[in-house]
Every structure is written in C-alpha cells, then in structure tokens.
C-alpha cells in the first residue's frame, strides 16, 4: 500500500509540475479572489485582520475543488483509466498516493495565500506564522476528504459539478475549525480544541477512504 | 483455455451490451472481433478484461471466476490497449512506461527494451501528448510488453495507422502469439496480417454470429 501510495503521489506530482496547472491556472485564480476579497471589504476594513481567516479559509475552499477536479480528471482521461485499471494497484494506495500528492499542492497553494492575506488583507505576520501548523492540518483533512468526495462524484459516471454540493457539508465543520483555530492564533483564544477536531477528522477521512476508495472507485 | 465464456450477459442501465455470448479462446491463440459499432466487441474485451461485470452466465478469464473471482487479481493479468490511448498524457514516454513497471515490480530496464521493440527509442523523453496516433500506439504495445500480460486485449488498435503501422503491428503480434500470450483484437475488418493465422469471429446485437 505505502509503495503504491508513494508511486502515485510521484506521478501526479511530476505531471503537476510539468503542466502547471498549479502554478498558472490554480495560484492566479487564488490571488485575485483574495484581491477581490479585499477590495469588497474596502480599503478602511481591509486593515481589519479579524476578517483575514474567514477570507482566507473561503478562497481556500474554492481553489481546493478546482484541484480536487484537476486530480480526479487525471485519472478520466480516454483510455487511461481502463489502462491503468488493468495494473490491479491498491485502491488504498491509490487514494493515500491521491491524497498526499493534493496535500503537497494545497499547502503550496496555502503558503502563496497566506502571504496574500498578510499583504491584501494585513493578517498580523507573527500571528499567521504561528497558526501555520494548524492550517497546514486543516489543509491536508482537505485533501483527504477532498480525494474521497472527487472518487465518489468522478470515479463513474457522476457528473463533476456534484462536488461542491456534496463536499461543502463536509468541508464547512474543517473550514470552521481552521478559521476558528487561524483566529485563535492572530488574537488569542483556545487553539488546541480546534486542532483536535481537524486532527480527529483528518484520521477519519483517511480510515474511511482508505476502505471505501476501490468501492468508490468501480461504483 | 484463457477464456472460456457460457451465455454471458452484461447488462448497463437496463440495456444489454452483450446478450449471451459463448466463446473460448485458446493460449497462444490470436482472435479477431469484428463487426459494425454498437457490435458489443469493446463490452466483451471489457468484460475479458475485468473492466465490466458479468450480469447473469458463466466465465473464467486466466483462471478467474467472472462470476465471483477477484477481479483485480484478473486485471493484473490482461493488458488493456485502448483506441484513446492509455497514459498520462503529461508524462513522457518512458515516466509512463517506468510507471507500469514500477506498479507490477517490474525491472526498470525493461522499459528500455521495450522502447527500442516499438520503435521509440529515440523519443523516450518526448511528453506523451506530442506523439502522433501512430507512436501513441507504438507506446501502448510498449506498456504491454513491460506487463507481460497473459492475455492482451486490444480495442480497434488499428485506427488512425497507416499501412506501415499496421503492418508493425501485426509483425509483433505475430511475435507475441509465437511466444505463448493470447491476443484478442477488434477491428472493423478482418486481419490482413499473414504473420499468424487468426480466429476471426463476427458480432452483432451483443453476440457472436454463428460461423
């Protein structure tokens, strides 16, 4: 499982940094909605770092299902699915392989917009690095969930604009937390519960996709 | 025998993609599956291959139980060359044949022989979306080859080939049965390879026609 897990993470990683889509579709789109984000607050509230989490977390969102699509559509191209479907590869290392390799690009994607959100939206700089760790977690339950949720609506036949309307139940429980755990690093507060319930979610996501991925696979 | 089929049914959202088919298929054997769109000649080689489940009948693919067998045990041992295509279209020819390699524990360098069989050694690091159709093909019997399968499923391997490719073509299969896999190909038209004698079987309306 580990080795099918590190094979398939090496694969979408290489093609991810050899088409780049990352870096020129996914991260531009990033910046600009957290430019407009803060334009829309103006410029006296974009000084107002208490908006910066929810901000962030919500531009987050967006970029984290275009890149749960980009993930899945690697895998639906013409003839490439039957093909590698004859490789007989764990399913569950395929899922972890899936899901580490999103992980990795989300967190780049969340390190370029955390330094936006310090320069657009004046999120405090100490602040935002001491709640790096947790969003660091928050961002990886993303991807785990976000490999499970892209299997079930692109693994048949479902149509891809499912996603966001069966993900965002799941998600928004994580997005709190990371906002609220964000928060509690820029101005003080309880960090630790929010952790737990991102870490606790984190374990469950990978439990269950580590089951469910081939099921969800050949549905 | 590699495949032997009793009144398979595959049904689909309640429409039949194949209707009772019987078929068996022999090691070392080449068969060719012809027969107009709609035929059912991808159904089969998709159930062949373990893509697709058995609604009602009965199957063994290379010593699986269609009916209640693994079917990944089953897929590890078919190789699957579709008319798409079959890779990363980002990777280059040789990351997607290491890939396959590495995913059956393969030797690495069989990817370098294999390449050097097909014809492309000399574009190993070429990004596999600038082949042309004819070297995408050329790809896909390098894939086989690294796999080794037991049994090769082929579906309309020849469109898009000129002469020249089909003809490449038919030479390595011709290799291939001679070396004791089983192939089974569908095609618009009877083989013209005078490489190996093939089986050909006609379909229609999800079965094979009485000869």
Redo the contacts between chains.
């Keep these: 499982m580990i080795a099918v897990a590190r094979l398939v993470a090496a694969k979408d990683l290489r093609i991810e940094a050899r088409s780049r889509v990352l870096l020129w579709q996914v991260l531009p789109f990033g910046v600009i909605a957290l430019l407009l984000s803060g334009l829309a607050l103006g410029p006296a509230q974009a000084g107002n770092s208490s908006a910066g989490p929810g901000l962030f977390y919500l531009v987050t969102l967006f970029v984290t299902l275009l890149m749960i699509n980009r993930s899945q559509s690697l895998e639906n191209a013409p003839g490439t699915r039957a093909s590698v479907a004859t490789l007989g590869l764990d399913p569950a290392g395929v899922f972890l392989g899936k899901a580490l390799a999103l992980t990795v690009e989300l967190w780049v994607t969340g390190i370029v917009l955390l330094a936006g959100s310090v320069l657009v939206l004046h999120t405090a700089l100490i602040g935002t690095v001491q709640a790096l760790p947790s969003i660091l977690v928050t961002l990886a339950t993303l991807a785990v969930a976000g490999t499970l949720y892209g299997a079930l609506t692109q693994g048949g036949d479902g149509p891809a604009t499912l996603l966001p309307v069966l993900t965002l139940p799941a998600f928004a429980p994580l997005l709190i937390a990371g906002e609220r755990s964000f928060s509690a690093a820029l101005h003080g507060g309880a960090l630790w519960e929010w952790w737990v319930i991102v870490l606790v979610a984190l374990v469950a996501y990978t439990a269950v996709g580590i089951l469910l991925y081939g099921v969800l696979e050949e549905s | 025998m590699v495949v032997r089929l009793v009144n398979a049914v595959v049904m689909s959202r309640g429409f039949a993609l194949l209707s009772g088919v019987d078929l068996e298929v022999e090691r070392g054997s080449l068969t060719v599956l012809t027969g107009a769109n709609g035929a059912g000649k991808t159904s089969l080689l998709?159930l062949l291959?373990?893509?697709d489940t058995l609604t009602s009948g009965a199957g063994h693919v290379a010593g699986v139980d269609l009916a209640q067998g693994d079917r990944?045990?089953l897929?590890?041992r078919?190789?699957?060359?579709?008319?798409?295509?079959?890779?990363?279209?980002?990777?280059s020819v040789r990351?997607n044949l290491v890939?396959?390699a590495?995913?059956?524990e393969r030797p690495v360098h069989d990817v370098d022989a294999a390449l050097e069989r097909v014809g492309l050694d000399h574009r190993v690091d070429t990004?596999t979306k600038q082949l042309s159709a004819g070297q995408r093909r050329r790809l896909g019997l390098a894939?086989l080859l690294v796999?080794r399968?037991e049994l090769w499923l082929l579906d309309e391997p020849y469109a898009s080939l000129d002469d020249a490719g089909r003809e490449f073509f038919d030479h390595l299969l011709g290799d291939v049965v001679r070396a004791g896999a089983t192939v089974v190909v569908s095609a618009h038209d009877p083989l013209r390879s005078r490489e190996v004698v093939a089986r050909t079987l006609r379909m229609s309306g999800g079965r094979i026609d009485a000869p």
Excluded at chain 2, 78 to 91: K, M, P, Q, R, T
């Design positions: 998709r291959g373990g893509l990944r045990q897929r590890r078919v190789g699957w060359l579709g008319h798409e295509g079959s890779f990363y279209a980002d990777l990351e890939f396959a590495r995913a059956l990004i894939w796999r399968p």
